[in-house]
């Protein structure tokens, strides 16, 4: 499965930008995840099920980002709002297959894309 990120860029602080992952093939879960320099990749938010979705979220962000998948389960959206300095960093899409829990265990899941800037200026 192959995954393409698009959507990052710089924006002020307490802007707005939206992230989107396209997958080549259907997937239990997809996710975002994100690592700034000099820290550890991070969970974000995720969306599983085969028929209905779950998201979830990571507290710190769970106020500001929604994330959201297409019907035929092979794009994900991030929308990012009131964003802050502290969220510069490289936003990773990541799908897996494995209808397991633990969505924000990176080790469930299978493909990652290549990653996105997002820079907040503040």
């Known amino acids: 499965v192959l995954l393409v990120e698009s959507g990052g860029g710089l924006v002020q602080a307490g802007g707005s930008l939206r992230l989107s992952c396209v997958a080549s093939?259907?997937?239990?879960?997809m996710g975002w995840f994100r690592q700034a320099p000099g820290k550890e990749r991070e969970f974000v938010a995720a969306?599983?099920?085969?028929?209905?979705?779950?998201?979830y979220y990571a507290d710190s962000m769970k106020d500001r980002f929604t994330i959201a998948r297409d019907n035929a389960k092979i794009m994900a959206y991030l929308q990012m709002n009131s964003l802050k300095p502290e969220d510069t960093a490289v936003y990773y899409c990541?799908?897996?297959?494995?209808?397991?829990?633990?969505?924000?265990?990176?080790?469930?899941?299978?493909?990652w894309g290549q990653g996105t800037q997002v820079t907040v200026s503040s």
């Open positions: 969306v599983s099920g085969w028929n209905f979705d779950y998201s």
């Open positions: 990541a799908a897996g297959l494995r209808p397991t829990s633990g969505s924000d265990n990176p080790h469930e899941y299978d493909y």
């Open positions: 093939a259907r997937t239990f879960r």
